[in-house]
């Protein structure tokens, strides 16, 4: 709806209860005003809600406002100039540290103490550059804005509010929505955001139409649908920045291995990136073989998964997956969503060991679970030792585990039967509205799915029932490194591990598990 006159204007599009944008002109206040003539014409209003909350309702002086004023051209220009890595980029610069952008960025502001002069002046160069792309206040120009990020994640377009102070604001000004995490459609709302910054625009191009300045933002945003983005917006979603060259010899080398292979078989392992004129998507095996998995991603890793996928093709893949469908460990799932990934993942290991490994005595065969299932283990040499393993299922392939044999984590048992639960977790619950599925676990996969899936494993391999029976006998204390170490070993997991899963059951105090982490 807009409204016009009396210098007023203003248009909302999009949806509350998933992400709508307000923006509005109004009478400039300020007399004089030392602003240009184009800021003082823009002199007006914004709103951005998500989820059914109002993201700009803020406090000023006991009154409870629902907008935001200041000159709304500085933060018009601002979308137009980041439109693609705000919409495509994921990785939080440096560290992948928390649930948010928000909270990530909140906690890599400062270097840490191993840093050098020179090496805190780049962490902080990348963090700010991160920050100037990502979050509302860099197109404030001397504003109060919330603070506020956009980025995207995975096949959503991820909305997060921090809680950073407001500078050089008085006491009595704060946002009302800190903490806040939404993830909003991706389609829509970047048709709503565009629709409102192009109407905003072109009646500030009516207003003042022979401003340079203006006539440059028209230009800026007409270019935003053009065909040639695509690439570049690829390869902000594959994790190599402003580098659209790099992605295209990537392509050039991803096209190389599927030469060979049948067209209407490559056609389906390539897929097409659905999305619109304003925004792509990357399908799931595109994030995962350009670069997306980590940012030590080689061009030989590449190639080498792009190989694995082929060899890997099946046509009816999805029909493996059927047998694990449970409807019942998904509505588990769905009643405790609003538990920590934690929590969430500890009942859902927990419930998804009674269905699979009922009878396991006295450890669970995760291996055996997956040979019954017809989950495929195999190898893969990768660069990025971080990466544990890559799993792959959907539509064109056969559901499969990929270890890394590079991984920190090691060759032995317990950490490999660690890896096997966390994929079987992926296999499970993190499926893509039912499409192809390239899920990498590591450091740079989305922090809430490792933690649920570290959870599910730690429940998996260590349930209650078995911990009870094994702990029952036991002449020492649980907590005595030689009991814990005959624990580990009838679990086949290591102390590490069980450690960690006897705290989260409260059966060790923090000091005692810090004591047995030294083991």
Known sequence: MSVQGMGRWALTAGDPLDFSVTLGFAANPHDPDHATAEERASWGYFEIWAGGENLCAHVEQSAVLPTVHWYMLPLIEWFADNWDPLLHEEWPPLRNEDLSAARSLMRTKTPPPSQDEVNELRWLDRWSAWWRRHNIRAGADGGLFPDLYLRRFQDRVEVSTGREPLQYAPEHVYFLTPDRTYLINPVDATRSLFTVLEA???QLQARLPHSDRIARLVATLRDLAAEERRSIRLAWAAGLGD????????????????APVPADVRQQLAGSAPGSELIA??????????????????????TTLARLLVDNYLPAGSQRLDVLDLGELRELAAATRRLSP??????????????????????????????????AVSEVDLSDGNVRAVTVFGPTQRPHVFCNS???????????????????????????????????????????????????????????????????????????????????STFRVSVSALANRLYNLGEIAGEERERLLGL
């Open 200 to 202: 905003a625009t072109q």
């Open 243 to 258: 580098d659209p060259e790099r992605f295209r010899q990537l392509g050039a080398e991803l096209d190389a291995v599927l």
């Open 281 to 302: 998507y990357g399908t799931p095996y595109a994030r995962l073989l350009f670069g997306a998995v980590s940012p030590s991603m080689t061009a030989r890793d590449v």
């Open 342 to 375: 934690a929590e969430q993942g500890s009942q859902l290991g927990e419930r998804a060991c009674e269905l699979f490994a009922a009878g396991s005595e006295p450890w669970v065969d995760v291996r055996a679970v997956l040979d019954l299932h017809d989950i």
């Open 406 to 488: 590079t991984t920190v984590w090691g060759p032995g048992e317990g950490a490999r039967r660690f890896t096997l639960a966390h994929e079987l977790c992926h296999l499970l619950l993190d499926r893509e509205h039912g499409g192809e599925l390239a899920v990498a676990s590591g450091p740079w996969a989305p922090v809430a799915i490792e933690r649920r899936a570290n959870a599910f494993a730690a429940a998996f391999l260590m349930p209650s029932r078995l911990l009870r029976g094994a702990i029952a006998p036991l002449d020492r204390p649980v907590a005595d490194g030689a009991a814990i170490t005959s624990l580990a």
